[in-house]
């Protein structure tokens, strides 16, 4: 992105900030469009590791999934070049445009005032406000996602269970799965996850806590579990099924 699109005045928000205490995951979401032409940026915290999604969320007629270089800035930041998917989410019907940063990457976002993100089609940039209050409400819905389902930081052996769940997931993967864009630009990779399991061995949530480097990967690695893992359930301490988390590594090789 130039110094002349950098200086370029970010879009104030329409709304606040909305905070999705979902039982599974943590989502942060402002409108900066119109009810009617939202416009909508997107923060997601996984429940431990060292990703944090960004999304650019819009209205859009459709579109297939493609993944593309993008440049994302944080105030007057040198920027950073990082890899894109854009997508159209079926639930929502809108235009998803998602990066995944690490979280030294992410870390200057708690005291940002502006962010801007820059691809194919897609050059918006943002003004923002109370980042670290918002933040800090992430970092609670997250503790309580920790508590909830059993997370520990090495996913091991925890005294809140009798057993972990259990399940092979490279398993539920075959060579149809390489995403085209991956394919077709050589991209190879290794994703690391963690997976919520509800008490029937189904999966709640998937969230990247290492990035392969390239967004296509990152996408169809949870995409693929969230459609088809199916694990044994963890076990409580009562005897009956229990949540549970845990971690994962699929490599992507061509």
């Given at each position: 992105m130039s110094a002349a699109a950098r200086s370029e005045?970010?879009?104030?928000p329409t709304e606040k900030w909305v905070v999705n205490f979902d039982d599974a995951q943590c989502v942060a979401s402002r409108n900066y469009g119109t009810p009617q032409k939202p416009l909508y940026l997107v923060l997601k915290a996984p429940p431990l590791g060292k990703v944090m999604q960004i999304a650019v969320m819009r209205a859009a007629a459709g579109g297939a999934d493609e993944q593309r270089d993008a440049r994302l800035t944080i105030d007057e930041r040198p920027p950073l070049d990082v890899s894109l998917l854009a997508y159209t989410?079926?639930?929502t019907q809108r235009r998803v445009n998602m990066v995944n940063l690490t979280i030294e990457q992410f870390a200057p976002m708690r005291q940002a005032l502006s962010l801007a993100i820059a691809s194919k089609g897609l050059h918006e940039r943002f003004a923002l406000t109370s980042m670290d209050g918002l933040l800090k409400l992430m970092d609670s819905c997250?503790?309580?996602l920790v508590k909830v389902w059993n997370v520990n930081e090495?996913?091991?052996p925890t005294t809140t269970l009798r057993s972990r769940a259990m399940g092979n997931v490279a398993s539920f993967f075959s060579s149809d799965d390489y995403p085209r864009d991956a394919l077709y630009g050589d991209n190879e990779g290794k994703v690391r996850f963690v997976i919520l399991v509800k008490e029937d061995g189904t999966v709640a949530d998937c969230t990247l806590t290492e990035t392969s480097g390239a967004a296509a990967l990152d996408a169809q690695t949870c995409a693929v579990i969230l459609k088809r893992a199916k694990f044994t359930?963890?076990?409580g301490l009562d005897g009956k099924p229990a949540k549970d988390a845990l971690s994962g590594t699929l490599?992507?090789?061509?």
């Amino acid at each position: 992105m130039s110094a002349a699109a950098r200086s370029e005045a970010p879009l104030n928000p329409t709304e606040k900030w909305v905070v999705n205490f979902d039982d599974a995951q943590c989502v942060a979401s402002r409108n900066y469009g119109t009810p009617q032409k939202p416009l909508y940026l997107v923060l997601k915290a996984p429940p431990l590791g060292k990703v944090m999604q960004i999304a650019v969320m819009r209205a859009a007629a459709g579109g297939a999934d493609e993944q593309r270089d993008a440049r994302l800035t944080i105030d007057e930041r040198p920027p950073l070049d990082v890899s894109l998917l854009a997508y159209t989410s079926k639930s929502t019907q809108r235009r998803v445009n998602m990066v995944n940063l690490t979280i030294e990457q992410f870390a200057p976002m708690r005291q940002a005032l502006s962010l801007a993100i820059a691809s194919k089609g897609l050059h918006e940039r943002f003004a923002l406000t109370s980042m670290d209050g918002l933040l800090k409400l992430m970092d609670s819905c997250v503790a309580d996602l920790v508590k909830v389902w059993n997370v520990n930081e090495g996913l091991g052996p925890t005294t809140t269970l009798r057993s972990r769940a259990m399940g092979n997931v490279a398993s539920f993967f075959s060579s149809d799965d390489y995403p085209r864009d991956a394919l077709y630009g050589d991209n190879e990779g290794k994703v690391r996850f963690v997976i919520l399991v509800k008490e029937d061995g189904t999966v709640a949530d998937c969230t990247l806590t290492e990035t392969s480097g390239a967004a296509a990967l990152d996408a169809q690695t949870c995409a693929v579990i969230l459609k088809r893992a199916k694990f044994t359930p963890a076990v409580g301490l009562d005897g009956k099924p229990a949540k549970d988390a845990l971690s994962g590594t699929l490599r992507w090789k061509l």
